[in-house]
Nanobody, 127 residues
Framework: QVQLVESGGGLVQAGGSLRLSCAASGFTLDSYYIGWFRQAPGKGREGVSCISASGGSTNYADSVKGRFTISRDNAKNTVYLQMNSLKPEDTAVYYC????????????????????WGQGTQVTVSS
């Protein structure tokens, strides 16, 4: 069964850190671009960060630049999102997605080429 499974979400105080993981089963991630997206209550989906298959190219939303870092370990078939200096406005359900190599900016800004989505993990940042 092909699936992406996110983990690492939770409740944290403002200024704290969390590391999200996205693990694949049923397929290997090493040929896919991977993105992290989030959706807060009452808001649309936002591309947070995307990474190329090799890890050589990354893209970040302006709202998370300097605070979040995306990385991948293809040997472990896992992609990570390290989130530091968390703010209440980062509260959302975070989803990982795997897609075609159309470009990290294209993936993050449009969601084009995405073939697989995870089920999401809740991140709540208290003030």
């Amino acid at each position: 069964q092909v699936q992406l499974v996110e983990s690492g979400g939770g409740l944290v105080q403002a200024g704290g850190s969390l590391r999200l993981s996205c693990a694949a089963s049923g397929f290997t991630l090493d040929s896919y671009y991977i993105g992290w997206f989030r959706q807060a209550p009452g808001k649309g989906r936002e591309g947070v960060s995307c990474i190329s298959a090799s890890g050589g190219s990354t893209n970040y939303a302006d709202s998370v630049k300097g605070r979040f870092t995306i990385s991948r370990d293809n040997a472990k078939n896992t992609v990570y999102l390290q989130m530091n200096s968390l703010k209440p406005e980062d509260t959302a359900v975070y989803y990982c997605a795997a897609g075609a190599p159309l470009g990290v900016q294209i993936m993050c800004s449009t969601g084009r080429g995405i073939g697989y989505w995870g089920q999401g993990t809740q991140v709540t940042v208290s003030s």
